[in-house]
Nanobody, 112 residues
Framework: VQFVESGGDLATVGEFLTLSCVGS????????MAWYRQTPGSQRELVAR??????PFYTRYSGRFTIRRDNAKSTMFLYMKALAIVDTATYYC????????WGQGTQVTVSS
């Protein structure tokens, strides 16, 4: 397994969560990384990505989020603030573009 995601939880609207992704050193150090999300019946979609040197790029899913990475620890984070019900999804990390191997993901469920 190349990536292990964690940090997902049950949350209420407005709360804050931090997702973490640990990757293999070899993969992590050489690649742009990204967070993806998937809801039942839908394809995985890009949430945010970050270059090797830490420049973030966001999508319509990540206006309230911040993506960061710690290359020394092969770890990436997604700081999710002001959670909304629409943020409910399984979140995955992978390279950008995504490679074929996916982790188990971490479930974020937001309720009112």
């Amino acid at each position: 397994v190349q990536f292990v995601e964690s940090g997902g939880d049950l949350a209420t609207v407005g709360e804050f969560l931090t997702l973490s992704c640990v990757g293999s050193d070899e993969i992590f150090s050489a690649n742009e990384m990204a967070w993806y999300r998937q809801t039942p019946g839908s394809q995985r979609e890009l949430v945010a990505r970050i270059t090797v040197d830490g420049r973030p790029f966001y999508t319509r899913y990540s206006g309230r989020f911040t993506i960061r990475r710690d290359n020394a620890k092969s770890t990436m984070f997604l700081y999710m603030k002001a959670l909304a019900i629409v943020d409910t999804a399984t979140y995955y990390c992978n390279t950008w573009p995504a490679g074929p191997s996916w982790g188990q993901g971490t479930q974020v469920t937001v309720s009112s």
